[in-house]
């Protein structure tokens, strides 16, 4: 085998608006254990990523957004030559990029950083937005090749010099000039069967790592219409075991220190029995972290709740996403404010924090409904806020909706597909007093990192 020199980046985000990411890039850091351990040499380096903890609050992201635009179109600017630096001191054979559709731009500027330095580097890209819209990312001449779906092994094919007819989940563009999109890569099922993510292959600086982040399980059944998980995931859905979760909870904090944690999985408690063997394990082995989980307001109960906090758990994060029985039923999510009201008031009974995540700016949404929202976010009166505004993301019903509508959108400018993006509104009863009053709610709740 030919080692190959990977160069995994984390395009720069937040950065652009005065903040930054100092989290775990999973995706990546998968891709980085099944590189390494099959002989490459590889690094993953975090471009999101600054020395410090003082995170800008959501009205300070949105406020930023003006800058997050200049930065993006000036190639000069500090940032981009950092880039540069990294790239040309490490001197890639191959570079990956994670790529959502927020992040097109900043994704294309790391590609033609990469290209000016060295024209023979290969620039591949993965991520929910070439997922959904492989041939027209890969139309892109700064990007190589489009990993669709799952990358561990599409990439390692790639890397591993397979030939690219043979490599499935790939995107390319043939000497003939023809997109191909070769045949999907099956999922993993066994989620075991991976290594553990890297957190020891980071090119930059990692005194402020939060290392903490683990993914316990793969994909979402649900199908709510803001979101392009079914595009990605086909509604199918793979756990880990809890055995190897704890193995992975044991190893980093004995390698990091860590005992603050975030499972990132979009519903921990999808599977509840599991969810339950997670925290008697966590019990059981004495480990004494502190950990934060995202879930829905149907996938809970006390005796999970119960055993989630003996277990160390101190906040829920759940979608709330409207205080209007119309705009719920738009969302496909499939609850009602009934379940929400007394999925809270189990929350605090058993007190646990919670965050509640709110979305406003639906299509045909009214002032009124709006208002509804924030009624209603006072009413359930969380530990915590977190405020979006609505982006019709290639892959999701409502962006599908939305271009069969008519309605124009800057595809041009992919960049602007993000929740704190003005430039993303879709109704013309949105103003910034209304976007203010939310962001209001409680400032200090932007100001958690996780």
Known sequence: MNQKKVLLINPPFYRLMNSHFNGLSLGLS????VLSKNGHKVKIYNADYESGENYANQREIFQGYDNY????????HPLWLEVEENIERFSPDIIGITMLTGTYKSAENVGKIAKKLNNDIDVVVGG??????????????????IIRGEGEYTFLDLVDG???????????????????????????????????????????????????YILTGRGCPFECTFCASKKVWKGHVRFRSPENVIEEVKHVCNKHGTKFFYFVDDTFTLNKKRAKKIC?????????????????????????LRLMKESGCVRVKIGVESGNER?????????????????????????????????????????????????FARELNPTYYSLSILAPYPGTEIYDDVIRSGVELPKEHWEYFFHQSKDMILTDNIDEALVDE???LNEISDKVRI
């Open 69 to 76: 635009k200049k930065i993006l179109s000036n190639l000069n």
């Open 128 to 145: 929910t937005h070439p997922t959904v819209l492989p041939e027209e990312t890969i139309k892109n001449e700064c990007f190589d090749y």
């Open 438 to 440: 939310c962001l209001s």
């Open 280 to 304: 008697e394990l966590l019990i059981e082995n004495n480990l004494n972290i502190r950990w934060i989980c995202d879930t829905r307001v149907d996938t809970i109960d006390e005796e999970t």
């Open 162 to 212: 397979v030939g690219i007819e043979e490599i499935k989940g790939l995107t390319y563009i043939s000497e003939k000039g023809e997109i191909v999109n070769n045949p999907d890569r099956e999922f993993i099922d066994n989620l075991d069967s991976i290594p553990f993510p890297s957190r020891n292959l980071y090119l930059n600086d990692t005194k402020y790592m939060d290392y903490g």
């Open 327 to 375: 705009m719920l039923k738009m969302t496909k999510k499939k609850i009602t404010k009934k379940q929400i009201r007394d999925c809270v008031s189990l929350i605090k009974e058993v007190g646990i924090d919670l965050t509640i995540y709110l979305m406003i700016g639906f299509p045909t949404e009214t002032e009124e409904e709006m208002k509804d929202t924030l009624d």
């Open 30 to 33: 998968y891709i980085a254990a």
